[in-house]
């Protein structure tokens, strides 16, 4: 009964950290509980100290004297345990919110987010960094054939393949639907295309089995890189959805280049849209 009483006093004590938002708001909870603490132990040592006869007076002297380092070493380890839980059910949300649910890749809020972070550590450092939009050729073809829970395992295979080729440091997400997204870190546009191409043939080569059926898929890919100069990140994937769209009208299953911000694309209508809460 005085475990289950007292775990259950810990986790109200650990609920409450979590409504913690600022370091001020910590720093004034922890400041009261240790305020609390001094009180509770300096009473008890004048206590201790001044009404106590017992024969074991020296004990009870010597365990007065011990008894506010007990307190405050009590309350510190409480908090500390507290926090690192609280820090360890914040990244363990936060990778809950930035995952897609089905290929477990970075989101597109998450993409948003880290890219534009890539962003600002490749202007400090000068360093290269390029987008690469994939899209997957002809898919609804496998959700007109297989139904869309094959469909789904077919985004899956691809996503693996997607996460098997890049590397730690770079960023792979799902985009949405059939698409995804890669940033290359220090990588220019040509050493991005060289990758992409890679990639594409990765999985051509690796067809998608179910129940028997051999399933061949092939990838277009649009490439951009990053320029120093007053750039945006929403000019980054604007610039490669285009060059995603020109790689599938000129006939899939190809890598298309961009350069530079392409004014008009012949045909082209913008599907990327930008949310302001997320972008």
Same mark, same amino acid.
């Given at each position: 009964?005085?475990?289950?009483?007292?775990?259950? %006093? /810990?986790?109200?004590?650990?609920?409450? #950290?979590?409504?913690?938002?600022?370091?001020?708001? @910590?720093?004034?909870?922890?400041?009261?509980?240790?305020?609390?603490?001094?009180?509770?132990?300096? +009473?008890?040592?004048? %206590? @201790?100290?001044?009404?106590?006869?017992?024969?074991?007076?020296?004990?009870? &002297? =010597?365990?007065?004297? %011990? #008894?506010?380092?007990?307190?405050?070493?009590?309350?510190? %380890? /409480?908090?500390?345990?507290?926090?690192?839980?609280?820090?360890?059910?914040?990244? +363990?949300?936060?990778?809950?919110?930035?995952?897609?649910?089905?290929?477990?890749?970075?989101?597109? @809020?998450?993409?948003?987010?880290?890219?534009?972070?890539?962003?600002? &550590?490749?202007?400090?450092?000068?360093?290269?960094?390029?987008?690469?939009?994939?899209? @997957?050729?002809?898919?609804?073809?496998?959700?007109?054939?297989?139904?869309?829970?094959?469909?789904?395992?077919?985004?899956?295979?691809? *996503?693996?393949?997607?996460? &098997?080729?890049?590397? $730690?440091?770079?960023?792979?997400?799902? !985009?949405?639907?059939?698409?995804? =997204?890669?940033? #290359?870190?220090?990588?220019? =546009? /040509?050493?991005?295309?060289?990758? *992409?191409?890679? +990639?594409?043939?990765?999985? *051509?080569?690796?067809?998608?089995? !179910?129940?028997?059926?051999?399933?061949?898929?092939?990838?277009?890919?649009?490439?951009?890189? !990053?320029?120093?100069?007053?750039?945006?990140?929403?000019?980054?994937?604007?610039?490669?959805?285009? =060059?995603?769209?020109? *790689?599938?009208?000129?006939?899939?299953?190809?890598?298309?280049?961009?350069?530079?911000?392409? $004014?008009?694309?012949?045909?082209?209508? &913008?599907?990327?849209?930008?949310?302001? +809460?997320?972008?």
């Amino acid at each position: 009964m005085v475990t289950d009483k007292s775990e259950a %006093f /810990l986790n109200k004590f650990y609920r409450y #950290l979590g409504r913690i938002k600022t370091r001020g708001h @910590a720093f004034l909870f922890s400041s009261i509980l240790a305020s609390v603490c001094s009180l509770l132990s300096l +009473a008890g040592t004048s %206590f @201790a100290l001044n009404y106590v006869v017992s024969p074991i007076l020296p004990v009870v &002297q =010597a365990l007065a004297y %011990f #008894l506010p380092f007990a307190l405050v070493l009590g309350s510190s %380890f /409480l908090l500390m345990r507290g926090f690192a839980m609280l820090e360890q059910r914040n990244k +363990a949300l936060s990778e809950v919110v930035e995952r897609d649910h089905l290929t477990r890749l970075a989101n597109r @809020a998450a993409f948003y987010r880290r890219g534009k972070e890539m962003t600002i &550590q490749a202007n400090i450092h000068k360093s290269g960094l390029s987008l690469i939009m994939f899209d @997957a050729d002809y898919f609804k073809s496998i959700n007109d054939t297989f139904g869309h829970i094959v469909g789904d395992l077919a985004l899956q295979h691809l *996503a693996e393949i997607l996460r &098997q080729v890049t590397r $730690d440091n770079d960023l792979v997400a799902r !985009w949405g639907g059939e698409e995804f =997204a890669i940033l #290359l870190r220090s990588s220019g =546009a /040509l050493g991005a295309r060289a990758f *992409a191409e890679r +990639a594409c043939e990765t999985v *051509a080569e690796t067809p998608f089995y !179910w129940e028997g059926n051999k399933i061949n898929m092939t990838m277009s890919a649009g490439v951009t890189e !990053w320029n120093h100069t007053e750039d945006k990140f929403e000019s980054l994937v604007l610039r490669a959805d285009k =060059a995603l769209y020109v *790689a599938k009208s000129a006939g899939r299953d190809r890598v298309h280049v961009s350069f530079s911000y392409p $004014d008009q694309v012949e045909g082209y209508e &913008q599907d990327v849209q930008f949310d302001e +809460a997320v972008a």
